[in-house]
Protein backbone atom coordinates (compact mmCIF):
# COMPACT_ATOMS: atom_id res chain seq x y z
CA UNK A 1 0.00 0.00 0.00
CA UNK A 2 1.06 3.67 -0.55
CA UNK A 3 0.38 6.70 1.72
CA UNK A 4 0.77 10.26 0.49
CA UNK A 5 0.67 12.55 3.34
CA UNK A 6 0.61 16.48 2.61
CA UNK A 7 2.29 19.52 4.85
CA UNK A 8 1.81 23.24 4.71
CA UNK A 9 -1.36 24.50 4.41
CA UNK A 10 -2.61 27.37 6.54
CA UNK A 11 -4.16 30.69 6.92
CA UNK A 12 -2.36 33.35 4.67
CA UNK A 13 -2.77 36.94 3.40
CA UNK A 14 -4.24 37.57 0.10
CA UNK A 15 -1.08 38.50 -2.47
CA UNK A 16 1.17 36.09 0.48
CA UNK A 17 2.60 32.44 -0.47
CA UNK A 18 2.96 29.63 0.41
CA UNK A 19 4.79 26.22 0.28
CA UNK A 20 3.24 22.62 0.05
CA UNK A 21 4.47 19.46 0.82
CA UNK A 22 3.73 15.74 -0.16
CA UNK A 23 5.57 13.07 0.94
CA UNK A 24 5.15 9.15 -0.31
CA UNK A 25 5.65 6.01 1.58
CA UNK A 26 4.73 2.50 1.69
CA UNK A 27 5.46 -0.02 -0.96
CA UNK A 28 6.57 2.00 -3.86
CA UNK A 29 8.89 0.61 -6.73
CA UNK A 30 8.60 3.40 -8.97
CA UNK A 31 7.23 6.51 -9.07
CA UNK A 32 6.18 8.20 -12.34
CA UNK A 33 4.59 11.56 -11.27
CA UNK A 34 3.44 13.61 -8.82
CA UNK A 35 0.44 16.64 -8.64
CA UNK A 36 -1.72 18.44 -6.87
CA UNK A 37 -5.22 19.23 -6.87
CA UNK A 38 -7.44 21.47 -5.29
CA UNK A 39 -11.35 21.23 -4.20
CA UNK A 40 -12.43 24.99 -2.70
CA UNK A 41 -16.34 24.27 -1.17
CA UNK A 42 -18.99 23.64 -3.27
CA UNK A 43 -16.97 22.85 -6.34
CA UNK A 44 -15.48 19.97 -8.46
CA UNK A 45 -12.14 19.02 -7.68
CA UNK A 46 -9.64 20.70 -10.19
CA UNK A 47 -6.54 20.16 -11.53
CA UNK A 48 -3.45 22.56 -10.07
CA UNK A 49 0.32 21.03 -11.51
CA UNK A 50 2.12 18.12 -12.13
CA UNK A 51 5.71 17.12 -12.75
CA UNK A 52 6.67 13.89 -13.99
CA UNK A 53 9.97 11.75 -12.97
CA UNK A 54 11.73 13.06 -15.59
CA UNK A 55 11.42 16.64 -14.29
CA UNK A 56 8.42 17.78 -16.78
CA UNK A 57 6.02 19.93 -15.41
CA UNK A 58 2.26 21.51 -16.20
CA UNK A 59 0.22 23.60 -14.83
CA UNK A 60 -3.38 24.76 -14.64
CA UNK A 61 -3.82 28.71 -16.28
CA UNK A 62 -4.95 29.87 -13.05
CA UNK A 63 -1.60 29.16 -11.22
CA UNK A 64 0.27 29.36 -14.32
CA UNK A 65 3.27 31.84 -13.88
CA UNK A 66 3.16 32.24 -9.85
CA UNK A 67 3.59 28.55 -9.08
CA UNK A 68 6.18 26.09 -9.37
CA UNK A 69 6.06 22.59 -8.54
CA UNK A 70 9.19 20.30 -7.87
CA UNK A 71 9.82 16.77 -7.02
CA UNK A 72 12.85 14.83 -4.67
CA UNK A 73 12.69 12.15 -5.90
CA UNK A 74 15.00 10.72 -3.77
CA UNK A 75 12.80 11.95 -0.35
CA UNK A 76 9.82 10.83 -2.54
CA UNK A 77 7.95 13.92 -2.08
CA UNK A 78 6.66 16.53 -3.95
CA UNK A 79 6.35 20.43 -3.20
CA UNK A 80 4.17 23.25 -4.84
CA UNK A 81 4.93 26.79 -4.36
CA UNK A 82 2.71 29.32 -4.95
CA UNK A 83 2.97 33.13 -4.32
CA UNK A 84 0.36 36.17 -4.89
CA UNK A 85 -2.12 34.36 -3.39
CA UNK A 86 -5.70 34.97 -4.25
CA UNK A 87 -9.00 34.40 -1.82
CA UNK A 88 -9.80 32.29 -4.81
CA UNK A 89 -6.98 30.10 -4.06
CA UNK A 90 -8.90 28.94 -1.14
CA UNK A 91 -9.33 25.02 -1.01
CA UNK A 92 -8.37 21.50 0.17
CA UNK A 93 -5.05 20.80 -1.88
CA UNK A 94 -5.16 17.46 -2.72
CA UNK A 95 -1.55 15.51 -3.43
CA UNK A 96 -1.23 12.58 -6.31
CA UNK A 97 1.07 10.24 -7.16
CA UNK A 98 1.34 7.82 -9.92
CA UNK A 99 3.19 4.68 -8.38
CA UNK A 100 4.30 1.29 -9.37
CA UNK A 101 4.54 -0.64 -6.08
CA UNK A 102 6.36 -4.03 -8.14
CA UNK A 103 8.69 -4.54 -11.06
CA UNK A 104 5.26 -5.47 -12.90
CA UNK A 105 4.89 -2.10 -13.75
CA UNK A 106 1.49 -2.12 -12.94
CA UNK A 107 0.89 1.90 -12.30
CA UNK A 108 -2.16 3.46 -10.15
CA UNK A 109 -3.09 6.39 -8.82
CA UNK A 110 -2.78 7.27 -4.81
CA UNK A 111 -4.20 10.38 -3.21
CA UNK A 112 -3.21 12.24 -0.08
CA UNK A 113 -5.84 13.39 2.68
CA UNK A 114 -5.75 17.10 2.00
CA UNK A 115 -4.48 20.29 3.50
CA UNK A 116 -6.40 23.12 3.47
CA UNK A 117 -5.44 26.35 2.70
CA UNK A 118 -7.35 29.84 3.24
CA UNK A 119 -6.46 32.49 1.90
CA UNK A 120 -8.38 35.96 4.02
CA UNK A 121 -8.79 38.78 1.73
Known amino acids: QVQLQESGGGLVQAGGSLRLSCVASGSIFSIRSMGWYRQAPGKEREFVAFVTADGGTNYASRVQGRSSISMDMSKKSVYLEMASLKPDDTAVYFC???????????????WGQGTQVTVSS
Open 96 to 110: NAFVATDAADTYKWY
